[in-house]
């Protein structure tokens, strides 16, 4: 059974830091592109950072380059999306999401992803 969970998220002051985790089961976790996505309160959701398996190569959208890092512990099926100077507008529901096998791994689009988590809440005031 495919699964992806992800956890960490919560409630921080404009400034704090969070780590998001997502724990994959199910597949071969490292042979997919990994992401993460948010979905702020009336908007649409949108990709945050995207990782390469093998290569670890890694793409960000620009509202949070400098501030986010995504990452991932293969040994664990565990991917992570550490976010520091968190904003007001960081505030949303993130996704943790995995591409297709052999896909495209650049910038995140949904239309690259096949499996998706429930989602996590950052708030940040």
């Known amino acids: 059974h495919v699964q992806l969970v992800e956890s960490g998220g919560g409630s921080v002051h404009s400034g704090g830091s969070l780590q998001l985790s997502c724990v994959a089961s199910?597949?071969?976790?490292?042979?997919?592109?990994m992401g993460w996505f948010r979905q702020g309160p009336q908007k649409q959701r949108e990709g945050v950072a995207a990782i390469q398996p093998g290569t670890d190569t890694t793409v960000y959208a620009d509202s949070v380059r400098g501030r986010f890092t995504i990452s991932q512990d293969n040994s664990k099926n565990t991917l992570y999306l550490q976010m520091d100077n968190l904003k007001p507008e960081d505030t949303g529901i993130y996704y943790c999401?995995?591409?297709?096998?052999?896909?495209?791994?650049?910038?995140?689009?949904?239309?690259?992803?096949?499996?998706w988590g429930k989602g996590t809440q950052v708030t940040v005031s």
């Open positions: 999401a995995a591409g297709f096998e052999g896909g495209i791994c650049g910038y995140p689009v949904e239309s690259d992803f096949q499996r």
């Open positions: 199910g597949w071969t976790y490292r042979t997919y592109c």
